[in-house]
Every structure is written in structure tokens, then in C-alpha cells.
């Protein structure tokens, strides 16, 4: 049984991004790259799964820049078998990322092809069930924990303030999020290991885009706020503000 | 043509805000385009009632799908029903929210429509005939504007960045019966937990309670509770997601990078200190309110009202304070 994890290589969420000159781009400078949070789940509950049959491989697929193998090389030190990276430059246009992992994927003999719910980069929340709908497969997003059986995968996915066990037909896509599963840190072990474990390379055939960029900008910054008074006694004076100034009561 | 279709979800048996507030933003980009705004609603037999309300909110004509398998939500059904829909309504334009419902829907639609998808917009306008939005990229820590070139334009819109406003339209309602093939769904839903319904959603509420770990342990959310029923309806709890890691509250509420991003009308950040990987979802919060005991918390240079002190001591204050305040207004 082979589980495929897509995956991204993202700036760190501490990073402060800037934008460059061309006013369309990040400044890649002295941003440090981690693969995506929600990914990391991903890769987590895909061991899981595989440890669980207690056979099996883990997979990891991604179509980004050559310096992306860094990313995957992470993943294989926490544990995943093998690493595909299809080269090239995504973009904001989910589908045509969509369309460029599919090309690849589409008929992968992989009852299991997990998405994270968003990539911390872009934030499109749109990849997984995308790729899920091009290539025919059932889909559930926002799944937090799920069970394999030899027909049927088990999810647990989060809705408005409630949870729903969801189950889907194989073979499926899932996206993840955050769970009850933390990601596993590396091992010095397995770092060496991630090492010796096939990453091939080749060029995506990638799709063309049709989302344009026109600007980037910053967000405007918030007014400077005050402090109202310290403590209980300056509760009155917080909610006349908030009646009569935020209008927010 | 310039036609928008808005479709619009029901919740609880209504139509609620969120929903308002896509069906206005459809009405003015169906003016700049030049041509109409039409609603589409699909749900059980009798989803139709009250529908004609949207005519307030520039509805000119509203299309309801009633089916037995569309009285829940069921993502395969509602995308082949949207689809067809969208297909044969040649739109130039299509809105959803993007709630719940609407980001898992969305990119089905997308798909299978072959054309890309705008999420989260927090800005739309029309320039020379053509779209134009704009959406956070990052987390927030920038915005994107961009232009989509694909026909229909597909947007999905963050609740609460946009005000729903009341402009007459004709409000025909058609009701149709689509075709929907229960055994074609490849999806099941066997469970649902704590279904707590009518619960207010952290990511449509206009107030957000939010916790952190300054709250010292779950026993003590009563004291947010309180707050939370004081300022009335339409108001969710949130938290931290030290809160979440630590068990005291379930993942649906954390607020930020790998939780929800949220934008009401009003955030008060209580016993949290403010990291970036929090701000990330809230930053675009109308009101930020902090309240913590460390005046150098980074959440006191976001927030526009600011009280340094012991929450427990505060907290009871402020609920009673309100309470007042309702009971004499
Ligand atoms: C990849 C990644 C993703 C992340 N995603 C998120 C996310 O989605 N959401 C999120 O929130 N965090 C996220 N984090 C974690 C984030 O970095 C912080 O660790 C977290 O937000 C801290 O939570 P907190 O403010 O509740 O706790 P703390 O940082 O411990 O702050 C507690 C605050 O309470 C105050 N306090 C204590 N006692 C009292 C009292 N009696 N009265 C008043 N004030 C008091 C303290 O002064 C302090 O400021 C993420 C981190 C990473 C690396
Ligand atoms: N370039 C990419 N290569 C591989 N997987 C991707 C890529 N972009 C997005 N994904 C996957 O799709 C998920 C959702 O991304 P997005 O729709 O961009 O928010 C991510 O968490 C990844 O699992």
C-alpha cells in the first residue's frame, strides 16, 4: 500500500515578509523555508497509516523550485520512503497547480493521496479537492484523523463547532489539518537515513496560469491603540469606548 | 452578458449573514458589469420559504433546488447541481462564501468548471469589464490583488469583510427539482459529534471571547462563557492555540496560522500574548481588544484598547459591565 503526500515548501510563519522591487514579489532574502504546517500533518498521518498496516510506503510529491529537495529531505528524515519533485514555478492559480500535480498523479496506483487544507504561503485552501475532482477520486477536506480499511477510508473532519466521522469510497484524496497526531521531529537516525532514500527530479509539466497578479502590498497598519487603564477599575472606561467610539457594543 | 450568480447557504433553515453579504456584493459587481444579480439556494422540500427576502438585497431572481439529498450539505450533489447551473446560466461571474461549506465547495467547482478560483477575497471591484480582487497572501502579512482570466470569474468571499447592504431587485423565485443520485456520492457522512447547532462559527461570528493560556485551565472558560452570553447572539468563543495543544479546547476554535482566520467586528484577546502565528488570524479584526497582565505583550500593539491587569479580577467586571449596559439600553 503506497500513501502519496503532496507537499509545499513555504517561508517559516515567523518570517516578515517584504515585498520587492517589481511590487509583484516576495523578496526571498533571508527567508528561512520549512515545509507547510498543515503538510507536516500530512506526512504525520501517512506514517501513521503505514505503521498501522504495518507495511507499505510513504510517498512525498512536490512541484516547486529545485531548492524545494530540501523540503523533502525532511520528510524523508521524519520517515517517508521516497520523494518525487516536479520542477517549476507555481503560482496564485490553484488549478493550474492542480492540473500540474495530476498530470503526474492521475491513475497512481495509491489508495490514500493527502493535500494539506492550505499551503501557509498562499493560503488558496483549494489544491486538494482540485486534483481530487480532475483525477475522479472522492474527497474529504479538513480531516483531522482517519482509519484505513481495505474499501473505505474513516475520517474525522471538523465542521462548525462540531465533528463528523465521514466516510469516503477508494481511492480518495484527503486534506489535513491540524489533529490530535503532532508531527514527529527528525531523528539524527533518520536524517542520515533521508540520506540514501531515492528523491527523483525531472520538470513538471506544468499548466498554464490564469490568475494575474497586478500588486502586492502590505497590510495597512493598524492605528496605535492605547491602553485604557490597568486593571478592573478601567473596565468602565474600556466599554463607554467600545459603545461609543469602536461602536463594536 | 454580465451576469452574477451568488449562491447563497442555508444554515439552521435560513439564509444567514454571511450569505447576505455575498448576495450584495454579487448585485453591485452585476451593476458594474451591466447586467443582473440571481441568487441560487439549494435544501430539502420547502427551502424556499422566505426566499424572497433577497430581493431586498438585489436579488432579481432566485433559483431554489429543492431535493431530499440536499437538505445537508453533501459536497458532491451541491457541486453537480452548482455546475449545472452556472453552466446554463452563462455567467460572467460566480460568488460563494467562503465559510465551512463554501471552501470545501468551491474548488469542486472550480474544477470542474476549468476555470481557476479567487478565495478568501477580502476587496472586489469591477474595471473596464473586468474583476478585479484582492485576498491575503501569507497569512495576512500581505494582499494579492489580481486579475482572473477565465470566464465565469469564481469567488469565494471571507465572512464579515464586506457589508451587506440593502438595494431592491425584482426577487422572482423559480423552484426547481435538480436531479441528485444518492448512489453516485462516493461520500458518507455516519457521525456527527457535539453537533452544537446554532453555534456560532469562530470565522462568521461578529464578536470573538478568545482565551490563551493566561486563563491557567479549562475549569476557568465559564468566566468567557459569561462574556460571551452577556454580549449577546452571533458572538464565538476562541482561543490560543496553547489553549488547543493543551486539550482545554477543541482545534475548531483556535484563531491563527494553522487554526482559523477570522475578521469580526470585534476580537478581545484575553491571557493571550499576542505571537505572530496568532495575529495571523486576526490582525484584520475591526476592534482589538487586550486584556494581560504583561504591558509589554505583543498583542498590546495590535490591539486599540488595552487594559494591563489579572483577567480574573478584570473579566467579572467587564461582564457585569455589559450586562448593565443591555439592561439599561
Ligand atoms: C507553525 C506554527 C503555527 C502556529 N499556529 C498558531 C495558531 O494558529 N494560533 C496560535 O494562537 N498560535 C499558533 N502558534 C503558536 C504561537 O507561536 C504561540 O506559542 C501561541 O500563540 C501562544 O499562545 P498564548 O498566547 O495563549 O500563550 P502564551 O504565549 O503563554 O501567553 C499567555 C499570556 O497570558 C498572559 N497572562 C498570564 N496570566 C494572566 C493573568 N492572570 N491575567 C492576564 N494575563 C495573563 C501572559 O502575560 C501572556 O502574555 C503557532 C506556532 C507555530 C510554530
Ligand atoms: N506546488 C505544490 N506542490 C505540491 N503540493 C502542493 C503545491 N501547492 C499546494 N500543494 C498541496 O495543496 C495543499 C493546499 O494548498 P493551497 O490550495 O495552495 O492552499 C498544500 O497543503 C499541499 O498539500
Keep these: ?80 520512503d521516497s520523494a518525487l ?92 489539518t491540524k489533529g490530535p497526531h503532532e508531527p514527529r521531529l527528525a531523528s539524527l537516525k533518520g536524517i542520515m537515513a533521508a540520506k540514501k532514500k531515492p528523491l527523483v527530479e525531472k520538470p513538471a509539466a506544468a499548466s498554464p496560469a ?23 477599575d478601567a473596565v468602565p472606561e474600556l466599554v463607554r469606548l467600545l459603545r461609543d467610539e469602536a461602536k463594536a457594543i | 452578458m454580465g451576469n452574477v450568480l451568488a449562491f447563497l447557504e442555508r444554515r439552521d433553515g435560513r439564509i ?11 448585485q453591485r459587481v452585476a451593476i458594474g458589469l451591466g447586467g443582473s444579480a440571481h441568487a441560487l439556494v439549494l435544501g430539502g422540500p420547502g427551502a424556499s420559504a422566505g426566499v424572497g427576502e433577497l430581493a431586498r438585497f438585489g436579488a432579481a431572481k432566485v433559483e431554489v433546488g429543492e431535493h431530499d439529498g440536499l437538505a445537508e450539505y453533501t459536497p458532491e450533489a451541491y457541486a453537480s447541481v452548482l455546475v449545472e447551473r452556472a453552466r446554463q446560466g452563462g455567467y460572467a461571474a460566480v460568488f460563494l462564501s467562503a465559510s465551512a461549506v463554501g471552501r470545501d465547495l468551491a474548488p469542486r467547482l472550480a474544477a470542474l468548471l476549468d476555470v481557476p478560483l479567487a478565495t478568501d477575497v477580502t476587496a472586489v471591484e469591477v474595471v473596464d469589464g473586468r474583476l478585479r480582487v484582492e485576498r491575503p497572501v501569507y497569512s495576512g502579512k500581505a494582499f494579492a490583488q489580481i486579475e482572473i482570466d477565465a470566464s465565469p470569474a469564481l469567488v469565494s468571499m471571507r465572512p ?33 459529534k457535539l453537533a452544537s447547532r446554532g453555534a456560532v462559527d469562530v470565522s462568521e461570528a461578529t464578536t470573538i471571547v478568545s482565551g490563551g493560556r493566561g486563563m491557567k485551565d479549562a ?11 452577556a ?30 482566520t477570522v475578521a469580526p467586528k470585534l476580537y478581545l484577546a ?25 504591558a509589554d505583550a505583543p498583542i498590546f500593539q495590535v490591539a486599540d484598547y488595552g487594559i494591563v491587569g489579572d483577567l480574573f479580577e478584570v473579566l467579572p467586571r467587564l461582564t457585569a459591565e455589559i450586562k448593565s449596559l443591555r439592561a439599561g439600553s
Excluded at chain 1, 489508495?111 to 479537492?129: E, M, N, R, T
Excluded at chain 1, 490564469?210 to 478592573?232: D, N, S, T
Design chain 1, 210 to 232: 490564469r490568475v494575474r497578479i497586478l500588486a502586492l502590498r502590505e497590510p495597512a497598519p493598524r492605528p496605535a491603540g492605547r491602553i485604557v487603564g490597568q486593571g478592573p
Design chain 1, 1 to 80: 500500500m503506497r500513501t502519496i503526500v503532496c507537499l509545499k515548501r513555504v517561508p517559516d510563519t515567523e518570517t516578515r515578509i517584504r515585498i520587492d522591487s517589481s511590487g509583484v514579489k516576495v523578496d526571498p532574502a533571508g527567508v528561512k523555508y520549512v515545509i507547510s504546517p498543515y503538510d507536516e500533518y500530512a506526512i504525520e498521518l501517512a506514517l501513521r497509516a503505514k505503521e498501522a498496516a504495518g507495511q507499505g510506503e510513504v510517498e512525498l510529491v512536490t512541484y516547486g523550485e529545485p531548492a524545494a529537495q530540501e523540503a523533502l529531505r525532511k520528510g524523508l528524515a521524519m520517515g517517508a
Design chain 2, 219 to 229: 475549569a476557568q472558560w465559564h468566566l468567557l462563557e459569561a462574556l460571551r452570553d
Design chain 1, 85 to 176: 519533485l516536479l520542477t517549476g514555478e507555481p503560482g496564485l492559480d490553484g488549478l493550474a497547480t492542480a492540473k500540474t500535480l495530476a498530470a503526474e498523479l492521475r491513475g497512481a496506483d495509491a489508495p490514500l493521496v493527502l493535500f494539506g487544507v492550505k499551503a501557509a504561503d498562499d493560503d488558496l485552501q483549494q489544491v486538494g479537492p482540485m486534483f481530487a475532482t480532475l483525477v475522479g477520486r472522492a474527497c474529504v477536506t479538513g480531516v483531522a484523523s482517519f482509519t484505513l480499511q481495505a474499501d473505505k477510508v474513516t475520517c474525522e473532519r471538523e465542521v462548525d463547532g462540531a465533528t463528523e466521522v465521514v466516510e469516503a469510497q477508494l481511492p480518495a484524496v484527503l486534506t489535513i
Design chain 2, 270 to 294: 484575553v491571557g493571550i500574548s499576542g505571537a505572530i502565528q496568532h495575529l495571523a488570524g486576526m490582525r484584520t479584526a475591526k476592534t482589538i481588544v487586550a486584556i494581560n497582565r504583561d
Design chain 2, 160 to 192: 464579515n469583510a464586506f457589508p451587506a447592504t440593502e438595494s431592491a431587485a425584482a426577487g422572482t423565485v423559480a423552484v426547481f427539482t435538480p436531479a441528485v443520485d444518492p448512489a453516485a456520492l462516493r461520500t458518507r457522512v455516519v457521525e456527527r
Design chain 2, 16 to 26: 444567514g449573514g454571511a450569505a447576505l453579504e455575498v448576495m450584495s456584493v454579487a
Design chain 2, 231 to 260: 454580549l449577546g447572539p452571533d458572538v464565538a468563543l476562541g482561543a490560543s492555540r496553547a489553549v488547543v495543544d493543551a486539550g482545554w479546547r477543541p482545534h475548531a476554535e483556535q484563531v491563527g496560522q494553522t487554526g482559523k
